[in-house]
């Protein structure tokens, strides 16, 4: 990272970033999830401490070692995730997604553990609607004076997908990766794209999940200050 490491450039400001993927339990041991490691927000934390962030990492099921000099507040489902982001983001100067959220959640959680029985078809699983937590976060307009980025994973239409999905989400920065062929889940590389809402487009090579969080960081820098209505 070189010279980068000992830019400042995030001085003074409080940034908070979520990683890994939520877990929407079945029953007391089971749960839906999802393949998210969270190496690309513990990189999005390491190099915002570098550039010295005070940095909130909320973290969804990792088992990654704490980034030194973050405040890590870990938590599991969708809605404990909505909380700790809520919580954390009043008052933030920067706002990053970078947690995978389970779209659904099971609209019963079984109090038992569920049983399986000989000649008994199982039960559908039955799911409802997570609440989108960043477009919560970018609607907290009329006075929002957090930067607020997103991540999307698109497997076809990439920038097309993700320049209609920063517009429906309302945030101002969007991270866009390709999938696909074994790419960016649990991998140590990655690359994307950073969109704003200005049409810009900032494409970050394939690479270390660092270089990428240095190019998210660079494109927040680089916002214009919010002007509010
Ligand atoms: N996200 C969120 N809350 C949700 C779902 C997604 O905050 N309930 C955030 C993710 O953390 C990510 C961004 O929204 O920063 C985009 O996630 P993605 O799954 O690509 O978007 P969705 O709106 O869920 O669209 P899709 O139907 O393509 O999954
Ligand atoms: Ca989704």
Known sequence: RGERAFEQDLAGRHVVIS?????????PVRFLGNQSSGK????LARTA???GARVTLVA?????PDPAGATVVPVSTTEELREAMTGAASGADVVV???AVADFRPARVATGKIKKRD???PEPVVLERNPDILAGLAARHGGRAAVVVGFAAETEDALASGRAKLVRKGCDLLVVNEVGGGRAFGTEDNEA???DTRGGERHVPYGPKEDLADAVWDAVVAEPPRVEP
Do not use: I, S
Request: avoid cysteine; proline fraction near 3%.
């Open 119 to 121: 000649g008994v078809e």
């Open 40 to 43: 690309q927000g513990y990189a």
């Open 49 to 51: 401490v570098a550039r």
């Open 19 to 27: 990683a890994g993927g939520t877990r929407e339990p079945l029953d």
């Open 60 to 64: 969804a099921n990792t088992a990654l």
């Open 97 to 99: 997604m970078a947690a």
């Open 193 to 195: 794209v950073v969109l």
